[in-house]
């Protein structure tokens, strides 16, 4: 028991030495070159980082989530055909099918589809 708590001691000293000695060698100056200069994408750091953007980018992201979980839900009853009773399936998928034809309709019918005004 006494090893063990000896141990730890020694464990808790050995990493807070080395977090301090990380901490006091990496500090770097306010003025570093990398942090002034522009990103890859070729926006300036000290500009507001709250720039406009499109909303129907963000909607056609959502819609293409939406039918890619679809997608990923349909491919499974394909596979389950053969075990699964014929008529439960048939009515299983048509129902599904529907309800994927009504949220496109919806979705065509709010105009989040047409890219252009």
Not at 24 to 39: H, N, Q
Not at 84 to 92: A, D, K, L, V
Request: hydrophobic fraction near 55%; include cysteine.
């Amino acid at each position: 028991m006494f090893s063990i708590s000896i141990m730890m001691f020694i464990l808790i000293i050995i990493t807070s030495v080395v977090m301090m000695l990380a901490s006091i060698l990496s500090k770097k100056s306010l003025t570093d070159r990398e942090k002034c200069s522009p990103f890859e994408c070729g926006f300036d750091p000290k500009s507001s980082s709250r720039l406009p953007f499109s909303l129907r980018f963000f909607l056609i992201t959502i819609i293409f989530l939406i039918f890619d979980v679809e997608i990923a839900l349909i491919l499974p009853m394909i596979l389950i055909i053969t075990i699964s009773n014929i008529f439960m399936w048939t009515f299983t998928s048509i129902i599904f099918i529907i309800i994927l034809i009504i949220g496109l309709y919806h979705e065509w019918n709010q105009g989040m589809l047409n890219w252009s005004n």
